[in-house]
């Protein structure tokens, strides 16, 4: 990895953001950076994800609090 750019942290919405546009928010991100992290957060026992479990090859995990976004994002930030 180029340590000269920037590395970005992406959180998704599962439940809220389309699985189609991945590619497209990848693409974008990249002109900014490395993305480094990616974590997913929904309820991936509802079948509204399922396109989200099938790109990121997610196991049954049940469901994820939104709260988990909020404690890694903090936890990220006090690693800097």
Same mark, same amino acid.
């Given at each position: 990895?180029?340590?000269? *750019?920037?590395?970005?942290?992406?959180?998704?919405?599962? %439940?809220?953001?389309?699985?189609? *546009?991945?590619? %497209?928010?990848?693409?974008?991100?990249?002109?900014?950076?490395?993305?480094?992290?990616?974590?997913?957060?929904?309820?991936?026992?509802?079948?509204?994800?399922?396109?989200?479990? %099938?790109?990121?090859?997610?196991?049954?995990?049940?469901?994820?609090?939104?709260?988990?976004?909020?404690?890694?994002?903090?936890?990220?930030?006090?690693?800097?």
């Amino acid at each position: 990895m180029d340590d000269s *750019k920037q590395k970005i942290a992406l959180f998704i919405d599962a %439940d809220n953001a389309p699985a189609s *546009k991945f590619e %497209d928010v990848l693409s974008e991100v990249a002109k900014y950076g490395v993305v480094t992290i990616r974590k997913a957060y929904g309820n991936w026992k509802k079948t509204s994800i399922k396109a989200w479990e %099938d790109l990121l090859h997610v196991g049954t995990k049940g469901q994820v609090l939104q709260s988990c976004i909020c404690v890694d994002r903090v936890c990220l930030w006090l690693d800097q």
